[in-house]
């Protein structure tokens, strides 16, 4: 039992981690006003990006960094879109997706099923991973699980501990007061998505160049959807990002350790389970009047000064 808990935790970090990214850049997209739905092919793209750049023979941090501007590069499109022509946001991102997921397929096809060196935990003292149960879980992880937790953090700082922050939710509840007040609405939301999409680049980087360390189709896997799902659960807030990546992403993690102890489940049943989950979670959710009282107030809905 302590030996399926401890290789269950020492797993649990890399699930959450592109899932909190994730979470956390469709965050900033939302509290700005704006429905990202194309998470999921910005995750592919960045992902097929990153283990292009590992593969040819730069470093872990550099194919983590042109996998997160190359989920930049792909949402420029989307942004342009729904920010300057004002296009319903909804058809705007799922096109995204189609994008994302089209062109990492064309473009990666001949990276695809090549191992490469990807993304290795820090090296801390064998004593301390060793520990029973938490030294795996706390001691043998990659820096980018570390650098996740500081975002949402600072994330949390930055949306309610400063003025832009206050001007960014101002937007995403009121565009037409904010604009009345000197906020140029244009400006925030434009940087609120380049925000957002460089974590969500971030988060597709991250399957590929640490998780697993190759590149596949599909290896999403859904895991964009999840994140919109999650963004909902977290109540819109940063911190609580971290909860709801832990859950699911524990999930997740927990399906290749039930496998490994030769549970007699079908495969497909266990696959479903962090969509069930998910879908539980927004179900429980739902019922509740905070998730009205939570939602930015213009969330999914183009502005024009017209409109004030």
């Not at 979470?23 to 992902?47: D, H, P, Q, T, W």
């Not at 490469?116 to 301390?128: N, R, S, V």
């Not at 919109?228 to 350790?257: D, H, K, N, T, Y």
Request: proline residues 6%.
């Amino acid at each position: 039992m302590i030996e399926f808990l401890t290789a269950w935790l020492g797993s649990l970090p890399g699930f959450m981690t592109p899932l909190l990214l994730a979470s956390l850049g469709l965050l900033f997209c939302e509290r700005a006003g704006v429905l990202n739905l194309g998470v999921e092919g910005v995750m592919a793209f960045s992902a097929m990006t990153g283990a292009i750049t590992a593969l040819a023979g730069y470093g872990p941090g550099a194919a983590m960094a042109l996998g997160a501007l190359a989920g930049l590069a792909v949402s420029i499109p989307f942004v342009i879109a729904v920010i300057v022509f004002r296009a319903p946001q909804i058809p705007a991102g799922l096109a995204l997706v189609a994008i994302g997921l089209g062109a990492s397929e064309a473009m990666g096809r001949d990276a695809a099923h090549k191992p490469f060196l990807g993304l290795q935990p820090i090296p801390w003292p064998e004593w301390l991973t060793d520990l029973p149960i938490i030294g795996r879980l706390l001691f043998e992880q990659d820096w980018m699980v570390i650098l996740s937790l500081l975002l949402a953090i600072v994330a949390t700082w930055g949306l309610f501990r400063t003025r832009h922050g206050l001007r960014l939710r101002a937007i995403g509840e009121d565009p037409a007061t904010a604009d009345a007040a000197g906020v140029d609405v244009q400006l925030y939301q434009f940087g609120a998505l380049m925000i957002g999409a460089l974590l969500i680049g971030l988060a597709g980087a991250y399957l590929s160049v640490a998780g697993s360390q190759i590149w596949t189709e599909g290896m999403v896997a859904g895991r964009g959807w999840i994140s919109l799902a999650l963004v909902v659960f977290a109540q819109w807030m940063p911190v609580r990002a971290i909860f709801g990546a832990v859950l699911f992403g524990g999930a997740e993690a927990l399906i290749p350790r039930l496998q490994a102890q030769g549970l007699e489940v079908p495969v497909y049943f266990l696959s479903m389970t962090p969509y069930l989950l998910t879908i539980g979670a927004l179900l429980l959710i739902s019922l509740s009047m905070r998730t009205s009282q939570a939602e930015p107030g213009f969330l999914g809905r183009a502005y024009t000064r017209q409109d004030r």
